[in-house]
Nanobody, 122 residues
Framework: QVQLVESGGGSVQAGGSLRLSCTAA????????MGWFRQAPGKEREAVAI????????YYVTSVQGRFTISQDNAKNTYYLQMNSLKPEDTAMYYC???????????????WGQGTQVTVSS
């Protein structure tokens, strides 16, 4: 059974840092990608950071470039989102997501964690 479990959320003041973790379990295939998404109240869910395993590349939404870093620890099957210089507009529920099996390098979001809340106060 595929499972994604996030942790590391919390409340911080603007300018502070948090590191989110996402531990993946039950995957019997190599994942082409892993992503962090967020959803603020009244807003659509957006992709914050994606790591493409096969290409070794990353994607960041413009608003977090230079502040957030996505990384992975394959030995621990864990993905991280290091968030620095946090702003009140970063306040949201953060989710990690993983794709279903694909024989090519395509990436889709089929599995989601339960989310971890990040609140940034000014």
């Amino acid at each position: 059974q595929v499972q994604l479990v996030e942790s590391g959320g919390g409340s911080v003041q603007a300018g502070g840092s948090l590191r989110l973790s996402c531990t993946a379990a039950g995957f019997l295939y190599r994942r082409n990608c892993m992503g962090w998404f967020r959803q603020a109240p009244g807003k659509e869910r957006e992709a914050v950071a994606i790591i493409y395993d096969r290409a070794g590349s990353t994607y960041y939404v413009t608003s977090v470039q230079g502040r957030f870093t996505i990384s992975q620890d394959n030995a621990k099957n864990t993905y991280y989102l290091q968030m620095n210089s946090l702003k009140p507009e970063d306040t949201a529920m953060y989710y990690c997501a993983a794709p279903k099996y694909a024989p090519d390098s395509s990436c889709s979001w089929n599995y989601w964690g339960q989310g971890t809340q990040v609140t940034v106060s000014s």
